[in-house]
């Protein structure tokens, strides 16, 4: 019982850590595309 307990528990976090390594992957990623997007703009107007 305490093992299958403690895996449980193991998991759980297993899983509450990758959602927050994917949430934190997303907000680099969109930040990364605003930035491309943004300097993209600038360089068009520029030319």
Do not use: N, P, W
Not at 6 to 21: I, L, N, P
């Amino acid at each position: 019982k305490f093992l299958t307990v403690s895996v449980g528990r193991d998991a759980g976090r297993g899983a509450q850590g990758g959602v927050a390594a994917v949430d934190a992957l997303s907000a680099i990623i969109v930040t990364t595309l605003r930035v491309v997007m943004l300097s993209g703009r600038y360089a068009s107007g520029l030319e």
